[in-house]
Antibody, heavy 120, light 108 residues
């Protein structure tokens, strides 16, 4: 059974760094892209980018390019989303998701979400 | 980027009624690349429809999707209590992939 398990909720101050994780199981981790999606209350869902853990090929939405870093460690079947300097506007619920059909396919598996709160 | 505009923002209906949700794209989307998701409070989104009209695994046949080009529709033929949720359309054919802002289906 395919499963994506994300790390727990985080409360951070503006300017702090953060790395959240998404561990995949039940499938060949290096053979499928993993995407990150943000949900901001009142703004719906936003696709941030995705990574192919097999060769670390990474694509970003222009809205998030330079704002976050997506990475993966295939030895522990885990993808990451990280910030170097958080802003209050990064407060959101973040999901990892798996398009099991390949690059241009819908997200049929989702993690449970990681709530990130940035507040002074 | 392709902007997806969903309407209405909120749909107030009773159980057993038919729901019709619209998703309009700012430019043409290949029908192969349009999906619908359902999100209930506290849960991750769930894939309902892909390729504009194909139901995902385990999705009841009261959910159906139609459309092509720039206009797409999700229809729920008879609303069940568990169908009251937020629905999003998504295009995944042209990067950046984009989502609509969502339609909330609420109990009238």
């Amino acid at each position: 059974e395919v499963e994506l398990v994300q790390s727990g909720a985080e409360v951070k101050k503006p300017g702090e760094s953060l790395k959240i994780s998404c561990k995949g199981s039940g499938y060949s981790f290096t053979s499928y892209w993993i995407a990150w999606v943000r949900r901001v209350p009142g703004k719906g869902l936003e696709w941030m980018g995705l990574i192919y853990p097999g060769d670390s090929d990474t694509r970003y939405s222009p809205s998030f390019q330079g704002q976050v870093t997506i990475s993966a460690d295939k030895s522990i079947r885990t993808a990451y989303l990280q910030w170097g300097s958080l802003k209050a506007s990064d407060t959101a619920l973040y999901y990892c998701a798996l398009p099991s059909g390949g690059y241009s396919t819908p997200f049929d598996y989702w993690g449970q979400g990681t709530l990130v709160t940035v507040s002074s | 980027e392709i902007v997806l505009t969903q309407s209405p923002a909120t749909l107030s209906l009773s159980p057993g009624e038919r729901a019709t949700l619209s998703c309009r794209a700012s430019q043409g989307v290949g029908s192969t690349y349009l999906a619908w998701y359902q999100q209930n409070p506290g849960q991750a989104p769930r894939l309902l429809i892909y390729g504009a009209s194909s139901r995902a695994t385990g999705i009841p046949d009261r959910f159906s999707g139609t459309g092509s080009g720039t206009d797409f529709t999700l229809t729920i033929s008879r609303l069940e209590p568990e169908d009251f949720a937020v629905y999003y359309c998504q295009q995944y054919g042209t990067s950046p992939w984009t989502f609509g802002q969502g339609t909330k289906v609420e109990i009238k």
